[in-house]
């Protein structure tokens, strides 16, 4: 094989496992941590309408409505 062809492939083969092995972030937002169920509820997250209200986020956290009488 000629060495040009050698040397390209070898380019190629780095450039996919670069590619593939690489960290992914496929949230680019900055976290922000949700103590409430109205910090839950401003992030849009999902509003169940039990009673009282639930807020679940995106890792599963359930947060309740609080109610005043």
Same mark, same amino acid.
């Given at each position: 094989? !000629? =060495?040009?062809?050698?040397?390209?492939?070898? /380019?190629?083969?780095?450039? $996919?496992?670069?590619?593939?092995? *690489? !960290? =992914?972030?496929?949230?680019?937002?900055?976290? /922000?941590?949700?103590?409430? $169920?109205?910090?839950?509820?401003? *992030?849009?997250?999902?509003?169940?309408?039990?009673?009282?209200?639930?807020?679940?986020?995106?890792?599963?956290?359930?947060?309740?409505?609080?109610?005043?009488?």
């Amino acid at each position: 094989m !000629p =060495k040009k062809l050698l040397f390209f492939l070898f /380019v190629v083969v780095f450039l $996919f496992a670069v590619a593939f092995l *690489a !960290p =992914k972030s496929n949230d680019s937002s900055p976290k /922000v941590e949700i103590k409430s $169920f109205e910090e839950c509820a401003k *992030a849009g997250n999902l509003i169940m309408e039990s009673y009282p209200r639930q807020c679940r986020t995106k890792e599963g956290v359930l947060f309740l409505e609080t109610l005043t009488q």
